[in-house]
């Protein structure tokens, strides 16, 4: 069985992109599990910190269950035009110490995705990652978009997802990114 872990790059307890992440998750096929984590617990990096005190608990966690996933769904919301000052902090956090990127991150299959209330869909945070992907020796996932603008109107109360076609998107894009993952796995393994 393959595993996917969704890391939603919002912090507020409402989050769109948590909300999507989660279903996008319920729309793996099947030989595939999922894990939806979150950034929460992840202090600002600080070098001295982590030369002091080594890895936060809550960075070591998340670099266990990276390492053991065969791809990554990342839930990036879009601030200011790019990507958000707290996922990239994490990101860094995972890159650390460098000896690790490469049990961790190289290699790992990472489909971007992201929702707004606004209407560019996140499009500008997902072109931001790209670089910060490609440095780290990830293989992003190109095959499809998934771009959700005007979230406020497709979730429900609970933030379940009850537009149809935005579900129909959601489960195009997930059903590609599990086919990238698995032509991943045949590579590597």
Known sequence: MLKITALSGSLRKRSYNTALARAALAELPGGFQGELLTIAGIPVYNGDLESMEGLPTAVTALKQTLAASSGLLLATPEYNNSMPGPLKNAIDWLS?????????????????????????????????????????????????????????????????????ETRKRVGAFVTAFAAFVKESARRTG
């Open 96 to 164: 650390r110490p460098s000896s690790d990127t490469g049990k961790v991150l190289d290699g790992l299959p990472v489909g971007l995705l992201g929702a707004t209330p606004g209407r560019g869909g996140t499009r500008l945070s997902q072109a931001a990652w790209l670089q910060v992907l490609r440095a780290l020796g990830m293989r992003p996932f190109f095959g499809k978009r998934l771009e959700v603008s005007g979230a406020g109107d497709l979730f429900d109360d609970d933030l379940k997802l009850t537009d149809e």
